[in-house]
């Protein structure tokens, strides 16, 4: 016999040798849901282990998980004033641009601050855009976008997650960013976003759930690769630093066929419905959760992502799993 690939498996230092893929803290971001009070820590039910948190509750929370080396977060702001023109949306006082200001006068550069940017948490209808006979406007929702954006900015954030699917958004943004000297804010860009029933935990947490129809006419239609590769390089004609592909376990195709197309950094989105899945199983004693979490995050980076955006990672720095 000539091959005998078994025999790089024989122990674990050549399996160490020869591993392919390998993780580190500094590829993960953990999203945080921020809520108007003080005082708050709501555990989310769907959601084990994820909690609402008020500015204040927040910022010991950050410095909890910074001491283990967990320097970058998303946030998403819940419980804003909610209108048809989702004014709050870019209001300099609304929950996320004060909440980013109260992070970065504590913690500086050593905490990296990416905000999620989409209006559907500030609409009444809970559509990621502005509602016109029942149809998501596209150029006017970019206006709002791009406002939104400069208002993160300008508040202190690093990085801008727009994740509204719009067409057009990324070079909006970039302009009015550019325009105003915010030069060095990037856009990490939700470029290929599907229309997902993995989000399913995440409109409690954020409590944007469509009151009528779906995002159908905005996020992507799961069937569709060729296209999904087409969204991701307009995303980059565009200006965004960063690809995301979302949601990730079952888009693992799709971000390694956008790897093979370029060289900008891809991100992953490992959402919530993917998080709960593997709580709700581990809680039953059906997985190993550790064992579980390890082989997706494997996986992930090996299809192609640098950075990977998860529920998981305060578990897996508390835990030593990494
Ligand atoms: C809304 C938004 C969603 C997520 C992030 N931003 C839900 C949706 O599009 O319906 C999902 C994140 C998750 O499930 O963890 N713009
Ligand atoms: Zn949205």
């Known amino acids: 016999m000539v091959h005998r690939p078994r025999r790089l498996r024989k122990n674990p230092v050549v399996r160490e040798m020869v591993a392919e893929t390998r993780l580190s803290k500094d590829m993960f971001i953990y999203p945080y849901f921020i809520v108007p009070g003080k005082n708050v820590i709501h555990p989310l039910e769907a959601m084990p282990g994820i909690s609402h948190f008020s500015e204040d509750t927040l910022l010991s929370d950050v410095e909890k998980g910074l001491k283990l080396g967990v320097n970058k977060i998303m946030l998403f702001g819940v419980g804003d004033e909610k ?26 550069d050593d905490l990296y601050i990416v905000t999620d940017v989409c209006v559907c948490s500030y609409t009444t209808h809970g559509h990621c855009g502005i509602l016109k006979d029942d149809y998501v406007q596209n150029d006017p929702t970019v206006e709002v976008i791009a406002k939104m954006g400069l208002t993160h900015a300008q508040a202190g954030a690093d990085m801008l997650a727009p994740s509204d699917m719009m067409d057009g958004r990324i070079a909006a943004m970039r302009q009015l960013l550019d325009g105003q000297g915010f030069v060095n804010t990037a856009i990490m860009s939700h470029a290929t976003k599907f229309a997902s029933a993995y989000y399913g935990p995440f409109r409690e947490a954020a409590d944007c759930a469509p009151s009528k129809g779906d995002r159908k006419a905005y996020q992507m239609d799961f069937r569709n690769g060729n296209e999904a590769l087409r969204e991701a390089l307009l995303d980059e004609s565009e200006g965004a630093d960063v690809l995301m592909v979302k949601p990730a376990l079952a888009y693992l195709d799709v971000m390694h066929n956008l790897k093979q197309h370029t060289d900008l950094p891809i991100a992953c989105y490992n959402v919530s419905g993917e998080y709960s899945m593997v709580k709700a199983a581990a809680q039953r004693g059906w997985i190993d959760e550790q064992k579980v979490v390890m082989e997706t995050m494997h996986a992930f980076a090996r299809a192609g992502a640098s950075i990977i955006t998860t529920y998981h990672i305060r578990d897996m720095v508390e835990k030593n799993w990494l």
């Not at 209108?83 to 500086?108: I, M, T």
């Open 83 to 108: 209108s048809e023109d989702a004014a709050s949306a870019y209001h300099d006082h609304s929950l996320v641009p004060s909440a980013v200001r109260l992070l970065k006068k504590n913690f500086g």
